[in-house]
């Protein structure tokens, strides 16, 4: 069964530090790796996607990464803002026929900052 | 601002009854996606559909139906509905498949069951 697993589960930090959040993923065929960020009871928004052969994309303050071999994924954030409250969900893309993907959300880790 | 549309925003209903969302995409986006995120779980792929027609199909329930009409709009309807189908749904949009497009969400509909 294809599986998308994050860790921590959820995380506080103080306003200005760094973190960095975990992905492991089991999905194959295996096409797109994406972060998204979710306030409580809105929409994800999107972060970041990489393709299977990338090994790093930046948004920002934003830093994805991927090791297909492993198939491990990790987002850090720097400098800390309040505003970086919210879930951060990994989504995994397994490649379907005719183009088309299937997403698999991961739960998420849900990200405080304190000040 | 996404640029998805949902609608309505809360929905309160009891069990046994059907209900419809509504999901207008981006302008210019063909594709649109249903994920349904039940309290503290991921969100859970639904259905997909490209153009007014279905293009790939995941968790849905036969209880669920969903269609996407000539001006790209799409209705989920939900039947016989169950208290474990009280969740957040959330509508996407994209282009269209392939080369990875970005999906943009909707603000969701919040559906309860009592």
């Known amino acids: 069964k294809n599986q998308v697993e994050q860790s921590p589960q959820s995380l506080i930090i103080l306003e200005g530090k760094n973190c960095t959040l975990q992905?492991?993923?089991?999905?194959?065929?295996?096409?797109?790796l994406r972060w998204y960020k979710q306030d409580t009871g809105r929409g994800p928004v999107s972060l970041t996607i990489?393709?299977?052969?990338?090994n790093t994309k930046s948004n920002g303050r934003y830093t994805a990464t991927l090791d297909a071999d492993t198939k491990q994924s990790s987002l850090h954030i720097t400098a800390s803002q309040l505003s970086d409250s919210a879930s951060y969900i990994c989504?995994?893309?397994?490649?379907?026929?005719?183009?088309?993907?299937?997403?698999?959300f991961g739960t998420g880790t849900r990200l405080t900052i304190i000040p | 601002d996404s640029g998805v549309t949902q609608t309505p925003k809360h929905l309160i209903t009891a069990t046994g009854q059907r209900v419809t969302l509504r999901c207008s995409p981006r302008s210019g986006d063909l594709s649109v996606y249903w994920y349904q995120q039940s309290l503290d779980q991921g969100l859970q792929f639904l259905i997909q559909y490209y153009n007014g027609e279905e293009r790939a199909k995941g968790n849905i329930l036969e209880r669920f139906s969903a269609q996407q009409f000539p001006d790209l709009h799409s209705e989920l309807n939900l039947s016989s509905l169950e208290l474990g189908d009280s969740a957040l749904y959330f509508c996407?949009?994209?282009?269209?498949?392939?080369?990875?497009?970005?999906?943009?969400f909707g603000p969701g509909t919040r559906l309860t069951v009592l």
């Open positions: 992905c492991n993923y089991t999905v194959s065929p295996f096409s797109n």
């Open positions: 989504v995994v893309d397994e490649e379907l026929n005719f183009g088309n993907e299937k997403l698999t």
């Open positions: 990489m393709t299977f052969s990338e």
């Open positions: 996407a949009s994209s282009v269209g498949p392939g080369n990875r497009p970005e999906q943009f």
